[in-house]
T-cell receptor, first 115, second 112 residues
Framework: KAGVTQTPRYLIKTRGQQVTLSCSPI?????VSWYQQTPGQGLQFLFE???????NKGNFPGRFSGRQFSNSRSEMNVSTLELGDSALYLC??????????????FGPGTRLLVL | EDQVTQSPEALRLQEGESSSLNCSYT??????LFWYRQDPGKGPEFLFT???AGEEKEKERLKATLTKKESFLHITAPKPEDSATYLC?????????????FGQGTRLTINP
C-alpha cells in the first residue's frame, strides 16, 4: 500500500509570495492533518480535514489555510509569506472515522525556505 | 494546557548499551499516546500507540510502556541504525479529532 505522498518536496520562495502544498493520503484514509516543524517550536498542529470539512484548527494566523477534495487529497496554502514560515510542512493521514485515537501516518514533508 | 516533555534532549550510547527515553505528559483525558521515529530530512515514522495505563508494546529492540503520567521507550541492545530522533505525542479528549501535541523529541545516537 502506498504511503502518504507530498509535493513538492522542496520549495524556495521570497517574502510576500504565496505557496500551495499538496498531500495525497494513504488509500482509504479520509482524514488529513497538517503540521509545521521548525527547530525552535518542534511539530505544531495546523489543521485537520475530514470529508472535505475542516474539523480542527491550531493556533496559526489566517494566512495559513487548507482544503480537502472529494478524493481526500488535501492542499494547504500560505499567503504573504514571512521569513518565519520557513519550515518542514508535514501531512499525516488516518482513517479518521472514529474521531480520535487513531494512528496518523506521516508523509516525507515539504521543505519550504522563504528568502 | 496540554503539555508533553521528553527527556533527555539528546542521548549517546554505545552499540549494545540499553537505555530508556522518557515522555511526561499533562493532558485532560488521554485518548492515545504515540511514539514516532524521525530520521533527518524525513517525516516521522510510526512506532507505537498506547491507550491506557499499564499497556506495553514491543517491536524488535523497542518496547513502549505507559503510566498515568508518563511513557517510556526502552531500547535494548541498540544498533547504529537505531540512531534517530524519537518523538512522543498525545491526543487529548478535549482537543477533538486528530490533533496531536508533540514533545520536542530525544535525539538518540548509537556509536558502533
Amino acid at each position: 500500500k502506498a504511503g502518504v505522498t507530498q509535493t513538492p518536496r522542496y520549495l524556495i520562495k521570497t517574502r510576500g509570495q504565496q505557496v500551495t502544498l499538496s498531500c495525497s493520503p494513504i488509500s482509504g484514509h479520509r482524514s488529513v492533518s497538517w503540521y509545521q516543524q521548525t527547530p525552535g517550536q518542534g511539530l505544531q498542529f495546523l489543521f485537520e480535514y475530514f470529508s472535505e470539512t475542516q474539523r480542527n484548527k491550531g493556533n496559526f494566523p489566517g494566512r495559513f489555510s487548507g482544503r480537502q477534495f472529494s478524493n481526500s487529497r488535501s492542499e494547504m496554502n500560505v499567503s504573504t509569506l514571512e521569513l518565519g514560515d520557513s519550515a518542514l510542512y508535514l501531512c499525516a493521514s488516518s482513517y479518521g472515522t472514529s474521531g480520535s485515537g487513531e494512528t496518523q501516518y506521516f508523509g516525507p514533508g515539504t521543505r519550504l525556505l522563504v528568502l | 494546557e496540554d503539555q508533553v516533555t521528553q527527556s533527555p534532549e539528546a542521548l549517546r550510547l554505545q552499540e549494545g548499551e540499553s537505555s530508556s527515553l522518557n515522555c511526561s505528559y499533562t493532558v485532560s483525558g488521554l485518548r492515545g499516546l504515540f511514539w514516532y521515529r524521525q530520521d533527518p530530512g524525513k517525516g516521522p515514522e510510526f512506532l507505537f500507540t498506547l491507550y491506557s495505563a499499564g499497556e506495553e508494546k514491543e517491536k524488535e529492540r523497542l518496547k513502549a510502556t505507559l503510566t498515568k503520567k508518563e511513557s517510556f521507550l526502552h531500547i535494548t541492545a541498540p544498533k547504529p541504525e537505531d540512531s534517530a530522533t524519537y518523538l512522543c505525542a498525545v491526543q487529548a479528549q478535549h482537543q477533538g479529532a486528530q490533533k496531536l501535541v508533540f514533545g520536542q523529541g530525544t535525539r538518540l545516537t548509537i556509536n558502533p
